[in-house]
């Protein structure tokens, strides 16, 4: 695996960490934008992206309680050293 996959690896469970955060508190429908402003991507590169929005329907909602569950077990994903997400 390259430094670049476990980059990718990191912010895909990032996201899924953050979507998991606002389902789990009633959230269903997520602004892509805002999702990318709290991983720390920069205003104009998520403002490309204010328009778009991910549903979390049941089958979504499964996987992040299989999630939640791998996370409690303490198997939570660490991001690779001098690696930048955006």
């Known amino acids: 695996m390259t430094a670049d996959d476990l980059v990718v690896a990191y912010a ?10 606002l389902y789990f508190h009633g959230q269903n ?20 992206h204010d ?3 991910i549903v979390i329907d049941d089958e979504l909602a499964s996987r992040l309680s299989q999630y939640r569950e791998h996370a409690q077990a303490g198997q939570s994903p660490v991001r690779p050293k001098n690696s930048t997400l955006h």
């Not at 895909?12 to 955060?21: G, H, P, R, S």
């Open 51 to 53: 328009d778009e929005r």
């Open 12 to 21: 895909k469970n990032f996201m899924l960490e953050i979507m998991a955060v």
């Open 29 to 48: 429908e997520l602004h892509v934008g805002a999702v990318l402003r709290l991983m720390g991507v920069a205003n104009d590169v998520a403002a490309k």
